[in-house]
């Protein structure tokens, strides 16, 4: 229900937006209307095959990552993916098009769609989870090799991991008395993104989102202050951090800051983005 409702936070389609997904639909075959203006919501079943995922045929056919494009690609129990699959999702969520090469043809199809993924913590999916009358019965070997059907450099490229509790009964009885509306959430969404909008046109950055953003972008834009910068170096040689996703953090902090207004990245908005890589975290510590 959380992912279907995603598309919803983000703002609408532009035109010329507009115009490249209905392309990609109409050569699909799966156009049902004039002009597409709501973003895509694509979740293809883990039985899909890669090239049902990626792209296929001779002439090539987009496949459900080009489907999604400027929109969202929901890969729902994301281990159970053939392995395949998920690896050729890299390059295409790397460049954000992808390229299809048969005997007789070939094509590249856009392909820049927000990939949203869900999986249990453990084959039984009660790992870590402090509820009454249920315990996880996996083994720790279990758990490993089950959290390693989803590669190392795929997780990479993933910016946020986020650990989702049970929701108690009771809780969810009261949702409308506590959950944010989604025209609220997606105000301040709209909000943020105008702000990085702001910072491309004023020529600071190099995209008008903070996803693309690249390093030098975000050496001027999305660099903390000296003693934000000492404390996040910190972390990092206690190797609390990999150097390898400080990058993405810094995408992450920048787009709290811009959530909250502020102008400049603070050390709670790394920190908060470094609380969003849990599956980095190895399964031992977790289990202590
Ligand atoms: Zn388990």
Redesign the pocket.
């Known amino acids: 229900m959380l992912a279907s409702r995603l598309p919803g936070l983000l703002p609408p389609l532009g035109d010329e937006e507009a115009l490249e997904v209905t392309a990609l639909h109409s050569v699909a075959g799966i156009l049902q209307e004039g002009l597409v203006r709501r973003r895509p919501f694509r979740a293809p079943h883990h039985t899909v095959s890669a090239g049902g995922l990626l792209g296929a045929g001779d002439p090539p056919r987009p496949g459900e990552v080009s489907l999604a494009h400027e929109g969202v690609l929901f890969l729902d129990e994301l281990p159970e993916f053939p392995r395949s699959a998920l690896e050729g999702l890299r390059q295409p969520l790397e460049d954000g098009a992808i390229r299809i090469s048969r005997a007789r043809s070939a094509a590249t199809f856009p392909a820049r769609s927000l990939l949203l993924g869900a999986m249990n ?7 870590g989870f402090r509820v009454k009358g249920r315990t ?3 083994t720790l070997d ?2 490993k090799s089950y959290r390693a059907r989803v590669s190392g450099p795929m997780l990479d490229r993933i910016d946020l991991h986020a650990a989702v509790e049970p929701v108690p009964i009771a809780a969810l009885m009261n949702e409308a008395a506590t959950a944010e509306s989604t025209a609220t959430v997606r105000a301040r969404v709209l909000a943020a993104r105008a702000l990085q909008r702001e910072r491309f046109l004023r020529g600071e950055t190099s995209a008008p989102i903070n996803a693309r953003l690249t390093p030098g972008d975000l050496r001027r834009v999305a660099r903390p202050r000296k003693e934000v910068r000492e404390l996040l170096q910190a972390t990092m040689e206690q190797g609390k951090l990999s150097a390898r996703v400080y990058h993405k953090l810094l995408r992450v902090a920048r787009t709290m800051a811009d959530l909250e207004g502020k102008t400049a990245v603070e050390w709670l908005h790394l920190s908060n983005a470094t609380g969003f890589r849990v599956l980095d975290r190895p399964v031992d510590a977790e289990a202590a």
């Open positions: 913590p453990c084959p039984c999916g009660w790992f996880c019965n996996c279990r758990v």
